[in-house]
């Protein structure tokens, strides 16, 4: 039987929210989707400063990360409100909203999404899947990367091996052996995707987002020295499992780009969080037969430039799955993840997060 669920994502980046609404069939692994509509929501200009004035570890008041809580939750309402809209879809035909919430910090094996599953149950007026990691954590897993197990059931293929990168804030990889078993899923945060990227621009104008195309790195030329500085750091040669986040990785990048900071050399700086993102998923790529990228990088086409500089031509998440969308693939991944849930079944791929068994993932808040 087929059900409605909304799978809604925000991730390092605090860009805002990405919803896809996903009609479900099957169970587990053999769940298939059709998809029904999709909805991005931007953050406003104020909570994504506040989110990231938290993440930054600045001494904030607790009044207001319970506002911004508040504040996170109702942006997902809208979103999903505005994707069942938008898909002609009424609330009550709805299964549930599963929902990610907004990382403010991860280092395994703790972890904190902010959200508030009762107001977005009472705002859209049905059940809500919410707090994935945790159950992952529990079970000795670093709580993500937890999308793996949406790509291998969407993006397995019997006959060639494949490999999934993802570039958010953070870039991550998922490798899909040809005909393997989900216990055959290697998947892990390769490092940086954006956040250095997008922080630099932020410190030069808060008013900024992003570097728009790409188009300040173009301009720029890549420091050499801080790039080695970067990747030399433990968690690149680190085995899998392993996860990490935005304000980690920009640590690591201010630490070693000190000297070059604060001279106007944005440009130049953009160029190097490129390459060091670019390297970074190299190094860690595993041999396949296919290579695909998604994730909000796609647009940052020096990023993609650098790629093919160190040799990764990926291919338009598109041409794994005409239905894919590069901005999307995680939101579908949580509505698929939701149905896990609903349905009593596991979700997290231990080969992937490092947990000691499978487990059901998130917690229920019924519709009111
Ligand atoms: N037109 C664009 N030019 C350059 N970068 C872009 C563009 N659109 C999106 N991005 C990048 O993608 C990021 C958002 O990607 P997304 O996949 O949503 O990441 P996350 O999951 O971390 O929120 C932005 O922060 C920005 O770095
Ligand atoms: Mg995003």
Redesign the pocket.
Known sequence: MERLIAGA???????GV?VALVAISGRGVDMTTRDVGFYHNAYSADLRATIFNLRAGKPVPLAELARCTRDVSLAYSTAVKRALASGGVDASDVAAVAAHGQTMFHAPPDTMQIFDPALLAAEVGCAVVSDFRRADCAAGGQGAPLVPFADYVLFRHPTRSRVLI?????ANLTFLPAGGSIDDVVAFDTGP??CI??DLVRRHDPGD??????LGAANGYPIGEAVDGVLSHPYFAAAPPKSTDGPAMNDIFFQATKQYLGRGFLDDLLATACVITARSIARALPPADEVFVS???V??QTLMAKLADEGIRPRPIEEARADAHP?FK?AVAFALLGAATLDGLPSNVPSATGARRRVVLGSITPKP
């Open positions: 994502m925000s991730g390092t980046s605090a860009d990405d993802n570039i958010g804030g953070i995707g954006n990227s997008d987002l992003y570097d728009l195309n790409g994730g909000g990088g647009y940052n901005a995680e």
